[in-house]
């Protein structure tokens, strides 16, 4: 028995069809991903983002000729002929759907932009991507030229702001202005904001909930009060900044604008880490705007293609026992991510910009100050530039190798990826997309719904 569980209706399947049962030798696509669950087993297919439940317990041994529903399972493409080029199959199918994806981004109703109000920080972190730069800070009118490029760019569309730094909140003022100018012309936005969390006030909560029309807030935190507060090196005299930041957290979930605490994961925090998730999710987890995200600081030697891992064992286990720990409180990863053609960021999207202090615009918020594509007042200036943006890395022999190669779009010029993929981080992320099945399937089990 066979039960469609999600992605029958995607872009992906949609364009490639159903494939014909020709009655010749089958065999699995290298693109399936087995899961077993109470049950039976759960098959995710890379190639058509296609989740599918079956009663019977399979894997990649289990041989084609011997299953009844054979013309089934080769007609969603999960069994393909012996002989079949799935890489090739794989390339001309993310051609198609990336032109028509790209058609569909030229037609869409919402233009985003990332304002850096100041590159200044009352932070002193030791990761930070913005070390050795200047600071700047957007005067006013450097904040009434950006609101009027948002305006004519947005061309009517409704706006999603983001507001970013060093740290924004150090400039409330361009924030208030922006806001100002743009409600004064009838644009439509809502907004959000990356932020430490310490310098919040009842008043600015207030403010960004009524004026900013904030509606989400994410705030890192590398760990529990005495880590925490020696990591952020805060350039303050209040003894404890973590306790702070917490209150600050509680209030803007009670103003109604939702919380995503980043945890940022090195070889050295993970135990930290999982104290933290604790601590907070006993704080605020009765909040259904409350949430987390994880992420691995990719500064590290761990991610190299080293084959040994060294390194990249330890933090990839960290890894999965903090993700289980998010689960065990309800935070759940799922397919969502495998709904688009590519990775779809700032740098990927023709209605994204990033707008300096100064009004020069970037198609990356990590500034490199040789990116330059032009400035509020010009517009693109560099269209060579902004489409270098858009071009892919390169697939690896590693890559020929993945199950998700067909759902995996990395982009060359990313500063957060290093250029190559590394065993870690393909591990890293087959892991996320096996607990995404596992989402859907007990989603599906708690609805009796499936999902397009």
């Keep these: 028995m066979q039960r469609i569980v999600w992605g029958e209706g ?87 759907t990336e032109m028509v994806y790209r058609a569909s981004l030229e037609a869409e109703e919402k233009s985003s932009f990332t304002v850096y109000t100041t590159t200044a ?82 008043e600015s909560v ?99 293609a080293d084959p040994a891992w060294q390194d990249g064992g330890r933090i990839l286990d960290a890894y999965r026992r903090l993700l289980l720990r998010l689960e065990d409180y309800g935070h759940s990863l799922d397919l969502a991510q495998y709904n688009r053609p590519r990775k779809h960021c700032m740098a990927d999207s023709a209605r994204s910009f990033a707008i300096y202090p100064t009004g020069e615009l970037l198609k990356c918020d990590h500034f490199r100050a040789e990116e330059v594509v032009g400035d509020v007042v010009n517009g693109v200036t560099d269209p060579a530039l902004v489409k270098s943006w858009r071009e892919r890395s390169a697939k690896t022999a590693l890559c020929r190798d993945c199950p998700l190669y067909p759902a995996c779009v990395r982009l060359k010029k990313c500063p957060d990826e290093p250029a190559d993929c590394s065993p870690m981080m393909r591990e890293i992320r087959l892991f996320n997309c096996r607990r995404g099945m596992r989402t859907e399937w007990q989603r599906v089990c708690k609805s009796g719904q499936e999902k397009a």
């Design 10 to 96: 995607s872009l992906f399947s949609s364009v490639l069809g159903r494939q014909k049962y020709s009655g010749a030798p089958l065999r699995w696509s290298r693109f399936v991903l087995f899961e077993p669950v109470e049950g039976g087993t759960l098959l995710f297919n890379a190639l058509t983002r296609v989740l599918v439940f079956t009663d019977a317990a399979l894997d990649v041994r289990t041989d084609p000729a011997s299953l009844p529903d054979a013309a089934l399972w080769q007609e969603r493409w999960f069994l393909i002929p012996q002989d079949a080029n799935e890489l090739q199959t794989a390339d001309q199918l993310g051609r198609v």
């Design 121 to 202: 920080c009352n932070a002193r972190c030791p990761y930070c991507f913005e070390k050795g730069y200047a600071p700047v800070t957007m005067r006013e009118e450097d904040a009434d030229r950006a609101a009027a490029f948002i305006r004519s760019h947005a061309a009517g569309r409704n706006v999603s702001l983001r507001w970013f730094g060093g740290e924004p909140l150090l400039n409330t003022a361009a924030i208030e202005r922006i806001c100002a100018d743009l409600r004064r012309d009838g644009v439509s936005f809502r907004s959000s904001i990356i932020t430490n969390g310490y310098l919040w006030t009842e």
């Design 206 to 304: 207030a403010s960004a909930k009524e004026d900013w029309k904030l509606d989400w807030a994410q705030i890192t935190l590398d760990g529990t009060e005495e880590s925490y507060n020696a990591c952020k090196q805060y350039v303050c005299s209040d003894p404890s900044p973590y306790r702070r930041v917490l209150r600050n957290i509680g209030m803007l979930l009670e103003a109604g604008i939702a919380v995503g605490v980043r945890l940022n994961l090195t070889l050295e925090n993970a135990e930290e880490l999982l104290r933290l998730i604790d601590e907070l999710q006993e704080r605020f987890g009765g909040s259904k705007d409350f949430g987390f995200s994880l992420h691995e600081l990719f500064e590290y030697d761990f991610l190299s």
